[in-house]
Each structure stands twice: as C-alpha cells, then as structure tokens.
C-alpha cells in the first residue's frame, strides 16, 4: 500500500483572510526540519515560541500545532493551548508538557492523540514529509468560550468567529 497522497493546501490560506502579526522561535525554522526535541519518539517537548504585532483589541491568544499532511480526511492536532492572557508574549520550551504551570487562566484541550499536552511530530514511517503548522490566534475576547473538554475542531469554530489575527511558523518532519 502507497500512501502517496496530494500535497495538502495551506490549511489557514483557505480560511477569511485576517492581519498577521509576527511569531519567532528559538526551536523552529520556518519551512524547514524539526528538531529532535519536536519529535514525539525524541523528545516530544513544544517549542519555544515568541510574538509581536498582535492587533489592536486582542485580549486572548490561542497557540495549536497542526498537521494537514496526516493521513486523515481532517489532519492531525498535535497541541491546543487556550486561553493565554494578552499580556504574555512567549512561551518557554516545553509549556505544552502534561501538568505545565500556564499564566492566567490558560489551559490546553485535548490534542488528536487525546492528551492534554503537546504531542511531537509522529508521521508514519515511509510517508511524505509533513508540516507542522505552529500558529499563535490573536482572540477578541479574554476567553475562547470553551473547556479542556473541547476538542480541537470546536475550538477551530470558536477560532473562525473570534480571530483577529494569526502569526504562523511551520516545521517539516519525515522517518
């Protein structure tokens, strides 16, 4: 069995086009390799992430990783973080680990792999390269609208209605 597929669109270019603002990391490289650390089977710690430029009225922020190259008709989510105060701007390596302490009032959803935490890059062996779509949402309100127990396509609702603006960066990973 091949699992040869189409390349899959830019999951966030088929959504209402909003401003972006700027997102940096220690961790990632845009369009290129992960790092070990990123990797569910090497390390399976979330990156280090910075961001600036968010637009006026953000009050919120919401940080996912998604994979739109899994071999699934809705791709993979590999974190959910909500609820992030608009006064932080940064989250260590590792935020997204099981338990971590988050400022505020954040908390993580599930992810595809039903954890509570980050899960790292996991393709299945032979396939494409994937890409890791690390993207920050500017919220309007100071909170989402949701609970822990949302999974992260209700929170991808919630996100199309209450987004102002997204920063995205995104990894590549490939056994």
Not at 15 to 40: E, I
Not at 51 to 63: D, M
Not at 97 to 126: E, I, T, Y
Request: negative net charge; proline residues 9%.
């Amino acid at each position: 069995m091949s699992l040869e597929r189409p390349v899959t669109p830019d999951p966030y270019g088929l959504l209402p086009a909003v401003p972006s603002f700027t997102v940096t990391s220690d961790d990632v490289t845009d369009g290129a390799p992960l790092k070990d650390d990123q990797v569910a089977a090497l390390g399976n710690i979330s990156p280090q992430l910075s961001w600036s430029g968010a637009p006026e009225g953000t009050q919120s922020y919401v940080v996912t990783c998604f994979d739109p190259d899994a071999p699934t008709p809705s791709g993979f989510w590999h974190w959910v973080l909500v609820d992030l105060p608009a006064s932080v701007t940064s989250l260590d390596a590792d935020a997204g680990a099981d338990g971590a302490s988050l400022p505020g009032k954040a908390f993580m959803c599930r992810n595809d792999g039903n954890q509570h935490a980050f899960m790292g890059a996991a393709p299945p062996q032979g396939d494409q390269v994937h890409r890791y779509y690390f993207v920050v949402h500017a919220v309007g309100p100071e909170s989402l609208g949701v609970d822990a127990s949302a999974s992260a396509a209700v929170v991808s609702f919630n996100l199309a209605f209450k987004t102002l603006g997204r920063a995205i960066i995104h990894g590549t990973y490939q056994y």
